[in-house]
């Protein structure tokens, strides 16, 4: 299917090809007609899908429709700041010529620069819920002339508490509206907001699987910290890797880990919850102009970051969340590069790593670096037993290849390698 087949508006067309699309991912093929037919819409897909196009697509639509106005039209709520920067460099993107007046409301960034967006006329407002209730118990922002709302990444909004801001907004925007809500599931409370927020709507589900295959996924065990450590320098100084983002669990992590790369005389930023927006925006555009080539973030810091740059993820830290894997990997492998991705663990974290294969539905393989392999060697796994792969123990030098066999999710077996 082609992109004039999804009855957009032919400078929409124009702009899509700009952007180098050739073909409707599956979530926008399913999305776009439904949406322009006025559709409310609960959507189910993963990030690095093409979900944004998916939404932005129909609401630029419908404003070149609609022709100007000096209200907002557009809403779209996102769990965080870096998401809401590229759902607007997004709309600015797919709009083509003559782009839409898009102000960004996100916490964490001065209210000044906020408030003269606001006081001029707008088509879209982007925003994270905590500040847009800020906004508008000012009054500083008039939501009755919003005809689409949309929740992007819903399930992350609720994880991070967002519930009573988005119920809140929510009860200001006309009744006589269409939601399109965007979320990796759509079960429990996510599906209980939907019930709230949408009427009739049509439930999309986009396979899991998408961005897989693009990006190759490595585990390796570590014995230690210093031995995770001795694992990172060997796999930054991989010729083919262009820029990486290393995942850390804690805020502190991120800072100790990029201050000693930073010794080390690599270009590195750090990315987490506790800096300033200020600082954030720095990283963040050092790394989009390549003067950096390491990021060091945490999971919500860099949640929907989309550089095509990366070439590599490690995860330093195993995420909290299964679902966490998925949004981290997704930082590579973006608009239809390749990537590899690695996570680091301990022995000891092999059920955590088991609980992110069973969400995913594959293995990752696990593969070692010559003369870094762990001491402790783990047993072969639930699939590999399956396989009937032999079961080794042994610590000697020299068969650090022998970890057996694994079962791929694709069904392939293959043997865990050694680089
Ligand atoms: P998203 O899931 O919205 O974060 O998008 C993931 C990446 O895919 C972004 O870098 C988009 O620019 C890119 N993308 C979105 N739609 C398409 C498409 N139809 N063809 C190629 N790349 C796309």
Redesign the pocket.
């Known amino acids: 299917m082609a992109f004039a087949e999804l009855g957009l508006a032919p400078r929409l067309l124009e702009a899509?090809t700009a952007?180098?699309?050739?073909?409707?991912?599956p979530v926008?093929r399913e999305a776009i007609p439904l949406a322009l037919q006025g559709h409310d819409l609960l959507v189910s897909s993963q990030?690095?899908?093409?979900?944004?196009?998916a939404f932005m697509l129909p609401c630029l639509h419908r404003l070149i429709l609609a022709g100007p106005s000096r209200r907002p039209r557009v809403l779209v709520l996102t769990p965080t700041r870096e998401l809401a920067q590229?759902v607007s460099s997004?709309a600015l993107d797919l709009a083509g010529r003559r782009g839409p007046r898009v102000a960004v409301l996100v916490g964490g960034a001065p209210y000044a620069v906020q408030l003269k967006q606001l006081r001029g006329p707008l088509d879209i407002v982007v925003a994270t819920p905590g500040r847009l209730m800020d906004h508008l118990q000012r009054g500083k922002l008039d939501l009755s002339g919003i005809d689409t709302l949309v929740l992007d990444e819903a399930d992350r909004m609720l994880d991070m508490g967002f519930i009573d801001d988005i119920d809140a907004v929510v009860a200001r925007l006309p009744a006589a509206r269409q939601t399109l809500l965007f979320s990796a599931t759509l079960d429990g409370v996510v599906g209980t907001l939907a019930a709230r927020v949408t009427r009739a709507a049509q439930h999309i589900e986009i396979a899991r699987t998408l961005q897989a295959p693009k990006i190759e996924q490595r585990l390796l065990f570590a014995d230690g910290h210093d031995h995770k450590l001795r694992l990172l320098d060997h796999l930054l100084s991989d010729s083919t890797l262009r820029q990486a983002v290393v995942f850390t669990a804690t805020k502190a992590g991120a800072e100790d880990l990029a201050g000693r790369l930073e010794d080390q005389g690599h270009a590195v930023q750090a990315l987490h919850g506790d800096m300033t927006q200020g600082a954030r925006n720095r990283a963040l555009r050092a790394l989009r102009e390549g003067r950096a080539r390491i990021l060091v973030a945490t999971d919500v810091a860099a949640r929907?970051l989309?550089v095509?740059g990366i070439s590599h993820v490690v995860n330093f830290d195993l995420p909290m969340q299964a679902e966490d894997y998925v949004h981290r990997i997704g930082r590579t492998g973006?608009?239809?590069r390749a990537g590899q991705a690695y996570t680091l663990a301990y022995l000891r974290e092999r059920g955590k790593v088991k609980g992110i294969e069973r969400f995913t539905g594959s293995t990752i393989p696990v593969a070692t670096l010559p003369g870094l392999e762990p001491k402790a060697r783990p047993e072969r796994s639930e699939d590999a037993r399956k396989t009937g792969a032999v079961k080794r123990r042994s610590n000697k030098p020299g068969e650090s290849k022998a970890y057996g066999q694994y079962k791929a999710g694709n069904g392939v077996h293959r043997r865990s390698q050694s680089f």
Not at 19 to 25: I, V
Not at 47 to 53: D, F, R, W
């Open positions: 899509v952007a180098g699309f050739t073909h409707p991912t926008q990030t690095g899908s093409g979900k944004t196009a590229q997004a929907g989309d095509p973006r608009a239809g």
